[in-house]
Every structure is written in structure tokens, then in C-alpha cells.
């Protein structure tokens, strides 16, 4: 069943044309969509490393670092709170970066591809 | 074994008198839920609509019913209870929980839902060979599920019968099979498109109940963090430590190390959890999902904000001895901070407001475990009955059916075990949930879509190992037996593993068992196949 184009079950699922496997193949072996897949990869895998490493540093010094850590900045609130909230802040701010890079350079071009194979199928 | 119903009577006390208005404001949240999943009910036919809600909700409908669905018992009251004791190191769950959702962002949510069609076996199995990887995928998901099933049922039991103030045994288990109850119902009458609207309600009510008290607590240090941070610290006999981590983390080299675990564990569970997953299909596009993760992370963000002056605030406005002694794990300390905030107990405002925060509480165990038995029984049904033993070729109807026959069962087994188990520890469990999840799926799901040579061997490997190695490493923790106050097993100690959350060693074991599995293989991995799942991952071509 390797190569069976759609999944065998019945139903009303509504479903666009399944182009077959072929088409797939020879779509991915396409410059157009070599560039969509390094357009993602280029920005997602380093970023994932980047908050990856960010919140660890964060684990490691809440664990390793309590003098600085419990250093006051103003009032009762210290850096470990300031980090903490630093965390929610660069959260927000990878997602929102996320979702304009998406929309101005993944879209357009994921949107291209799928209505030429959709219109061939 | 005793230690948390000892103090029951106690912690009752404040509540009996007003245990009237806690039950109206519960039945009436049951009644308005009913009505939802009657009607959704009605609107649901085919499998699309009962594992997928029709894929017709918004990104901002999902991102709210996604925020309802992960913010469990365990978020709300665990972490508000978790500050409430051991201030700052209660807010490092709060953060992982949060940060996690980027890896769901950046790396699963589009290709999954660009791929896959009801279930995360959809996306495992694609590449591979059906049969065994969908077993393996449906296996996962049932683990995975029930284990966090029984943490919200072991806490359902235990919380709400102490805020409606009932201490027999026999009453609690009511509480326990009321629950399983209603949560069959919803499932099997409303499928996903009653959850979703449940998870929705609830989402709603749980932001709006937790915006007024922190808005309450706020006031009353007229809007000064660092007042109310001082007054914690000072109110909870531990001065400034009390602001700085390492009260509970923070003793030996063996907690650190601890520490680190629990904190992979959470970063890395999430993308890999089966109710949280599907939800994505609930929405027409990927674009939708994209949308939808960023209206969570708003919503989700802003409720763990404010879990900082919850859990700060009953801290400082309440005694310590009188937080532990209503639960020793802290899980009473946002409601009975809500009892204080209002005037106390004996007042009309105490009481209206912990009525509301107990029925908020109530909606949030529903809805939540909700979610996860429709998780564990749309897998059941579409990946296990339908692909495994039918082959495929099993009517859309057969497998409705098949999914709602596995809703009961599923929900009975939560019945029993959340009336046998209702001395576990919760935590240790929701944190085992998400280790498994890191470990089992989250290793399967990214090679599926980004590494080329990945093979059917290298997914049972991965899926297997890291699910074993999780649960067998928990097995023999302190979790289970060895600590006298909170081992599962008390008075025996057969453990050997140090550390409480396993995610250290079983999440890289996951990925080694990946990467080592599909290099051993014989098998040459389905490049047509791994075409398809890439190209359709990246642009959604013939998705559904």
C-alpha cells in the first residue's frame, strides 16, 4: 500500500483533488519548492535553538546563580522576577515576529505551489 | 496517606455555609454546557464533525478553546497554591508552560494540520508502514491521555469536594463518577464540537474569574507589585528567599538536577501532546492554526501573568499554616485567597466570590477532561479500530460509533481510577503526562516531517523506548515510593531513579532511539511518501 494516493477510507469528508504521488516528487525536487523549505527552515530551526537556549539559561542561573538572581532591582522586585517576565516578553515578541515573517515570505509562496497543483490535479 | 483529609473538616468550614450558592452556580454551568453539547450534538454527522468539530470554528474560537484545553486544574490552582508555598519557584512552571508553546508554533501546528486528518497517528504514520505505526501513535495517545485524565480526576475529586465542603468517602466518589459522567456526555453528544464550545466557556470564565480577583488583590496594594511582593515575602516567614528561586528546587544537587528535568520536560511536552494536537484540525487552514496558536499564547500569557498575583497575593494575605492545612499541596490557595479578598469568611462578598472561583475551578476539571477523552478515544477509534483492526475499511459511521463506544469506556475506566486513586499526586502525574509526551511523540512527530531518512523502525523505536523508558524511570522514583510524605506507595521503597520528572533521560532516549532506529534499519525509507508528507506539510496541498 506504499504508494496508494489517498488514505483508504470512505466518507463526505469534503476534500480538494488528490494530485498523485508523482506530481508530489517531482514538486519537491522543484527549486520553487527548495526555496519555500529553506525560507522556513532558515528562520524556525535557529530561532527554536535560540529560545531553547534562552529559557535553559534562564533554568541553569534560577539553579546556579541564586546571588544574582536574587540581586533587587528597585523595590521588592529582583532579577529573577525581571528575567521571568523577560521570558513571557521575548515569547510574545518571537510569536508576533513569527507570524509577520510567515505571512510575508512563507504564504505567498506555499499559496503558489498548492494552486498549481491543485488546478493540474 | 491520611494527611490530606485529615484537615478536610477544616478547610470545609469556610465553605458549608455558603455551599448553596457554590452548587447553584455549578448547576447552572452544567445545565448551560448540557444545552451547548445537545445542540452541538445535533449539527454533529459525519467523522469530520466528531473528531474535527467540522473544521469550521475561527482561529480566535480555537485559540480560546485551545487556551481552555491547557489550562487544566493543575495551571490554575497548582500554580497559584505552588507560589502560594514556595513563592518564586512556583512561577517556573508558569514559564515553561508558556515558552513551550513556541515549539508548537515554529515547528508543529501548520505542518500537522496541513498533513494529518482527525488524529496525531495521522502525521506518525504517514511515511510509514500503517499498521504497526498506528498502534504504536494510538498507544502513546491513550498513555499519554490517561495519565493526565487521572491527575484531573484525582484533583477533581479531591478539590471539589472540598469546596462544596463534602468529607465522606462515599461523597467523593460521587463527585468522581459526576464528573466522568457529565465528561462521556459531553463526548459522546457533542463529539469535538461540543468540547470546543465547552472549552470556550470555560476558557472565558476562567479568564474573567481570574482578571477580577487579581484586579481585587491589586487594589488592596494599590496597584504596588513591590508592596505586595514585600508583604508575601514578610507574610510567609521566609523574608526575601521567599522572592528568589530555590525554596523548592534549590536544596540539594539531586533537586537542581530535578529541576532541569521538569523543565525539558514541560518546554518540550506540549507539541507533543495528543488533546492539544487535535484541536488544530478544528480550523479550516493552516494559516487558521498559525492564528490559532498565537490567540493561546496571548490568552494563556496573560492568565499565568496573573497567576504571579494570585499566588503572591494568597501568600501575603493569608496565613501559611492555613493554606497547608486546607490542602498540603496549596491547591485550595487562589479560592480561599478569593474567600479573603471579598471580606472573609462570614462575609456575603467571601462567599459570592469563592463560590464564583469554585465553580470556575469546576468548569476547568470539565472542560479539560473533556478534551483528553476525546484525544484518547478519536485515536482509539481512527487509528487502532479503523486502520489497525478494520484495515481501513471501516465506514465513517462504524467509526463514529467506534469512537463513542471508547468514550464510554475510556470514561469508565477514569470513574474507577479516580475513585480508587484520589490519594495521588497530582503533580507528579501532570508532569509525568507531559515527559511522556516529550519523550514518546514529540521525537516521532519532528523526524516525520523534517528528516528524510526516517524509518518505520525508527518510529516504533522512538515511540516505544521513549514511552518505556518515561513510564519504567517513574515507576521506580521517588514518585511512586521511597519518600515517606508524598510517594504514591507509602511505607515501601523500591526505587532506585533519583529524580522525580524522567523527561532528563527518557526525551534524549526518545530522539537517540529515532535517529539510531531508521540508521539500523533494512528498510529503505518511502520517498514518495515523504514527498507527499513534505510538500503537502509546507503548502497544504489536498488537505482537508
Same mark, same amino acid.
Given at each position: 500500500m506504499a504508494t496508494d494516493v489517498p488514505p483508504p477510507e470512505g466518507g463526505i469528508d469534503t476534500r480538494p483533488a488528490q494530485p498523485p504521488t508523482e506530481k508530489f516528487v517531482e514538486v519537491q525536487a522543484s527549486?520553487?519548492?527548495a526555496e519555500l523549505r529553506r525560507t522556513h527552515r532558515r528562520f524556525a530551526f535557529p530561532l527554536t535553538v535560540a529560545f531553547i537556549a534562552w529559557y535553559l539559561l534562564y533554568v541553569l542561573l534560577s539553579n546556579y546563580a541564586g546571588g544574582f538572581m536574587g540581586h533587587k532591582l528597585f523595590g521588592n522586585i529582583n532579577v529573577a522576577l525581571v528575567f521571568g517576565l523577560a521570558q513571557f516578553l521575548t515569547t510574545f515578541l518571537i510569536a508576533w515576529f513569527y507570524s509577520r515573517y510567515a505571512a510575508a515570505?512563507?504564504?505567498?509562496?506555499?499559496?503558489?505551489?498548492?494552486?498549481?497543483?491543485e488546478a493540474d490535479a | 496517606m491520611s494527611a490530606p483529609y485529615a484537615h478536610l473538616q477544616l478547610a470545609a468550614t469556610p465553605t458549608s455555609e455558603h455551599r448553596p450558592l457554590i452548587i447553584a452556580l455549578f448547576s447552572v454551568f452544567v445545565v448551560a454546557t448540557l444545552v451547548i453539547t445537545v445542540w452541538a450534538g445535533r449539527q454533529t454527522k459525519s467523522a469530520a464533525d466528531f473528531y474535527a468539530g467540522g473544521r469550521q470554528f475561527t482561529a480566535f474560537q480555537n485559540g480560546l478553546a485551545v487556551s481552555g484545553d491547557y489550562m487544566s486544574a493543575a495551571s490554575f490552582l497548582g500554580i497559584a497554591g505552588a507560589i502560594a508555598l514556595f513563592g518564586y519557584d512556583g512561577f517556573l512552571y508558569s514559564i515553561g508552560f508558556l515558552v513551550a508553546w513556541l515549539v508548537a508554533l515554529l515547528l508543529v501546528a501548520e505542518p500537522l494540520r496541513n498533513s494529518g486528518r482527525y488524529t496525531m497517528g495521522d502525521v506518525l504514520a504517514y511515511r510509514m508502514r500503517q499498521r504497526p505505526v498506528r498502534t504504536a501513535a494510538g498507544t502513546s495517545t491513550i498513555v499519554v491521555s490517561i495519565f493526565y485524565l487521572l491527575a484531573q480526576m484525582a484533583g477533581a475529586g479531591v478539590l471539589v469536594s472540598l469546596l462544596l465542603g @463534602? =468529607?465522606?468517602?462515599?461523597?467523593?466518589?460521587l463527585i468522581v463518577a459526576l464528573v466522568g459522567v457529565l465528561m462521556i456526555v459531553y463526548v459522546t453528544i457533542g463529539g469535538m464540537k461540543g468540547t470546543t464550545w465547552v472549552q470556550m466557556v470555560k476558557a472565558v470564565l476562567l479568564i474573567a474569574g481570574t482578571v477580577l480577583i487579581t484586579f481585587l488583590i491589586l487594589l488592596k496594594f494599590n496597584f *504596588?507589585? &513591590?508592596?505586595?511582593?514585600?508583604?508575601? !515575602?514578610?507574610?510567609?516567614?521566609?523574608?526575601?528567599?521567599? +522572592?528568589?528561586?530555590?525554596?523548592? $528546587?534549590?536544596? =540539594?544537587g539531586t533537586s537542581k538536577l530535578d529541576f532541569i528535568s521538569l523543565g525539558i520536560a514541560l518546554v518540550l511536552g506540549t507539541a507533543g501532546l495528543?488533546?492539544?494536537?487535535?484541536?488544530? $484540525?478544528?480550523?479550516?487552514?493552516?494559516?487558521?492554526?498559525?492564528?490559532?496558536?498565537?490567540?493561546? /499564547?496571548?490568552? @494563556?500569557? !496573560?492568565? $499565568? +501573568?496573573? =497567576?504571579?498575583?494570585?499566588?503572591?497575593?494568597?501568600a501575603a494575605l493569608l496565613k501559611p499554616g492555613d493554606i497547608i492545612a486546607s490542602n498540603p499541596a496549596g491547591n485550595t490557595a487562589a479560592p480561599l !485567597?478569593?474567600?479573603? /479578598?471579598?471580606?472573609?469568611?462570614? &462575609? *456575603?462578598?467571601?462567599? /459570592?466570590?469563592?463560590?464564583? @472561583? &469554585?465553580?470556575?475551578?469546576?468548569? =476547568?476539571?470539565?472542560?479539560v477532561v473533556a478534551g483528553l477523552t476525546l484525544a484518547s478515544s478519536s485515536s482509539f477509534a481512527h487509528d487502532i479500530y479503523a486502520n489497525v483492526i478494520r484495515k481501513g475499511k471501516a465506514t465513517e459511521q462504524e467509526e463514529v460509533r467506534a469512537a463513542r463506544w471508547a468514550t464510554v469506556f475510556i470514561g469508565a475506566v477514569a470513574i474507577v481510577l479516580g475513585a480508587f486513586a484520589r490519594d495521588l499526586n497530582v503533580a507528579g502525574l501532570v508532569a509525568l503526562a507531559f515527559a511522556v509526551a516529550a519523550s514518546a511523540n514529540l521525537p516521532t512527530i519532528l523526524y516525520s516531517l523534517f528528516w528524510k531518512r526516517f524509518t518505520t523502525q525508527g518510529a516504533l523505536w522512538s515511540i516505544y523506548g521513549g514511552l518505556t523508558t518515561a513510564v519504567v524511570l517513574v515507576l521506580f522514583s521517588p514518585v511512586v515510593s521511597g519518600n515517606p510524605k508524598t510517594s504514591m506507595f507509602k511505607g515501601v521503597d523500591f526505587h532506585w531513579f533519583p529524580l522525580e520528572n524522567p523527561?532528563?533521560?527518557?526525551?534524549?532516549?526518545?530522539?537517540?532511539?529515532? #535517529?539510531?532506529? &531508521? #540508521?539500523?534499519s533494512k528498510e529503505e525509507p518511502d520517498a514518495g511518501k515523504y514527498a507527499e508528507l513534505e510538500v503537502k506539510s509546507l503548502t497544504g496541498v489536498g488537505a482537508h
Open positions: 527549486e520553487e519548492f515570505k512563507l504564504d505567498p509562496r506555499s499559496e503558489a505551489i498548492k494552486s498549481r497543483m | @463534602i =468529607t465522606s468517602d462515599a461523597g467523593k466518589v *504596588n507589585l &513591590s508592596d505586595l511582593l514585600g508583604t508575601a !515575602a514578610k507574610n510567609s516567614g521566609k523574608g526575601s528567599a521567599f +522572592l528568589e528561586p530555590g525554596l523548592k $528546587y534549590g536544596k =540539594t495528543p488533546h492539544i494536537l487535535i484541536r488544530f $484540525y478544528t480550523v479550516p487552514t493552516a494559516k487558521a492554526a498559525r492564528k490559532s496558536v498565537n490567540w493561546a /499564547i496571548g490568552i @494563556i500569557g !496573560a492568565f $499565568y +501573568l496573573m =497567576t504571579i498575583v494570585l499566588g503572591f497575593g494568597a !485567597a478569593a474567600l479573603e /479578598i471579598g471580606g472573609g469568611s462570614g &462575609s *456575603n462578598g467571601g462567599a /459570592i466570590l469563592l463560590a464564583v @472561583i &469554585s465553580a470556575v475551578a469546576f468548569a =476547568t476539571i470539565l472542560a523527561g532528563l533521560i527518557s526525551i534524549p532516549v526518545g530522539f537517540l532511539l529515532g #535517529l539510531i532506529g &531508521s #540508521l539500523l
